[in-house]
């Protein structure tokens, strides 16, 4: 995890495609190149997150995806 961790103070750009279940999240730094790839779970997703200075956020844009994009402003705001 400590990897991880340090990978994400890099992060610029965050693409997150919501699901029901399991969340897939890409994040970019301010050079274009790939920090994380990964699938996190539902329960995941806020404390992913939450490690996360602000940057700019991507959100899948389907009918299917509205309650999990509702859930995000929830977490931003925390």
């Known amino acids: 995890m400590s990897k991880l961790a340090r990978d ?3 992060v610029t750009v965050v693409g997150l495609d919501l699901a029901k279940r399991i969340f897939q999240v890409h994040c970019l730094d301010a050079a274009g190149k ?3 790839n990964r699938s996190l779970k539902r329960g995941e997703v806020a404390e992913f997150f939450r ?3 602000p940057c700019l956020v991507g959100l899948e844009a389907c009918g299917s ?3 999990g994009a509702d859930g995000c402003w929830r977490w931003a705001t925390m």
Do not use: D
């Open 8 to 10: 994400l103070s890099s």
């Open 34 to 36: 790939v920090v994380v």
């Open 51 to 53: 490690k996360l200075a």
């Open 65 to 67: 995806s509205h309650p």
